[in-house]
């Protein structure tokens, strides 16, 4: 494991808690119960484990949608969710 990989690895412990907390423990898109982190640009992508780059989802949602056919769409979702949060607007 490279030093990067270990470093992300380490930052992901701390914002996978903050970005279930933030998101209220709800997916961001079906709001239902939500415990998986999604990395919005994925880690093989060259995507880091900050918070700006989380967003918590249900296991169908992460499955089905942001790995499925749409997942590009998705991921646009996602930074627009991201943008209000870090706006202070109102996510519901």
Request: proline letters at 0%.
């Amino acid at each position: 494991m490279n030093k990067n990989t270990k470093q992300d690895r380490e930052l992901f412990r701390k914002t996978k808690r903050q970005a279930i907390e933030r998101d209220g423990n709800c997916c961001v898109i079906c709001g239902r119960y939500g415990c998986d982190v999604h990395h919005i640009i994925f880690r093989s992508q060259g995507g880091k484990s900050t918070l700006d780059n989380l967003v918590c989802l249900c296991r169908e949602c992460h499955n089905a949608k942001a790995h499925g056919a749409k997942a590009k769409e998705y991921r646009e979702f996602f930074q627009s969710y991201i943008d209000r949060v870090k706006g202070g607007e109102s996510t519901e």
